[in-house]
């Protein structure tokens, strides 16, 4: 499998923003981050992982794939034209996608009608698939995982899915000077996605606090950290933006985050996959959708040792532009070499610099 949607997301800033800044910097908390085995008992592994357990006909799985090969011809023009959803191509690819993950070919048999493994039952493919069109239910939480970087993270319901443009904070942190035996924080990791992919990288000493205030998150977050063995690298807290980290205030060489900052009346207008399945705790970012944002900007000041350095992923240009000049100007004594980084598609996307 591959990545599936980026689901780029972009909402303009409100023009009465700045205005508000000195009401709104005091923000209160966000109310309610080679493998091994997985799990915990109240969790079904992703597909893939799943024991070859039940079995199925070659013509029995064909009959399947047509099946639902017809369901995402007819849906696919019009989900995309409802609100950007996937056409019927990207639906096609993801029926392959989802049979690769749920079959397993039994070494000595290759013929039409003859049986192949499967990790779930046959009705179940129906199911998931239904849910997939019908409900519009994402993708990654069908088959329970998503490609990003060179991971392969658990997701579930109640977890933000990992987009392809985050993957460049870890990019970022690679590039700070002696970043491998620093401490760092990623403020609402969700999957722990940005957790892990630094955490592989860290040498003796260096350490990620992940931090995050849905207790779903976090169990996502414990199972990527011990599917690759990073236990001794990564440290799960729960609790809201900088309250899990006061023992270490001070002395953090980095702190990262991939906030909600999508305006609340935005919301309903998002893809469906994206607004009426992914948790909105991860999604809402207030009024403007600036609201964490300005807290984790303020907050940086005293989480940050001398040198240390931040990444903020933000909603686009205009998001990006408003944070580089407050800690410019509003908290200039505090940082420097303050730059926006764009992403892939060329998009404004990141915020970065270094405490003084």
């Known amino acids: 499998m591959t990545l599936r949607f980026p689901f780029p997301v972009r909402s303009p800033l409100r023009p009465d923003l700045a205005s508000s800044l000195h009401r709104r910097l005091s923000i209160p908390s966000r109310s309610s981050s080679s493998p091994t085995p997985l799990l915990s008992s109240d969790h079904r592994p992703p597909l893939f992982l799943r024991p070859p357990a039940f079995a199925a006909s070659r013509t029995d799985l064909h009959d399947f794939r047509r099946w639902a090969e017809s369901l995402a011809l007819a849906a696919g023009p019009r989900l995309s034209a409802s609100d950007g959803g996937p056409d019927a191509a990207l639906l096609r690819r993801e029926l392959a996608w989802l049979v690769e993950d749920a079959t397993v070919a039994a070494a000595s048999e290759s013929g039409v009608g003859e049986e192949l493994r499967l990790r779930v039952e046959l009705e179940e493919l129906y199911r998931l698939w239904r849910a997939r069109i019908e409900e519009r239910r994402p993708f990654q939480y069908i088959v329970g995982c998503e490609h990003w970087r060179d991971l392969v993270l658990v997701v579930k319901e109640g977890v933000l899915i990992p987009r392809p443009e985050t993957e460049m904070v870890v990019d970022l942190v690679a590039e700070v000077e002696g970043f491998e035996k620093g401490l760092w924080a990623d403020l609402g990791t969700g999957s722990g996605a940005i957790a892990v992919g630094i955490?592989?990288?860290?040498?003796?000493?260096?350490?990620?606090?992940?931090?995050?205030?849905?207790?779903?998150?976090?169990?996502v977050a414990r199972l990527n950290v011990e599917r690759y063995e990073l236990k001794d690298k990564i440290e799960l807290?729960?609790?809201?933006?900088?309250?899990?980290?006061?023992?270490?205030?001070?002395?953090?060489m980095g702190l990262l985050s991939n906030p909600p900052y999508i305006p609340s009346s935005h919301i309903p207008g998002l893809q469906a996959e994206v607004g009426q399945h992914e948790p909105k705790l991860a999604l809402d970012g207030g009024e403007d959708g600036m609201d964490h944002l300005l807290h984790l900007c303020e907050g940086s000041a005293s989480a940050l040792k001398s040198g240390g350095f931040f990444a903020f992923e933000t909603n686009g240009d205009e998001q990006s532009e408003f944070i580089v000049d407050l800690m410019s100007m509003k908290l200039g004594n505090f940082f420097h070499n303050i730059k926006m980084i764009s992403d892939f598609a060329g998009i404004q996307r990141f915020v970065t610099g270094f405490r003084r």
């Open 199 to 219: 955490g592989r990288m860290l040498q003796e000493g260096g350490r990620v606090f992940a931090t995050d205030l849905s207790p779903v998150a976090l169990e």
């Open 237 to 252: 807290r729960r609790g809201s933006w900088f309250e899990p980290l006061r023992d270490v205030e001070g002395k953090l």
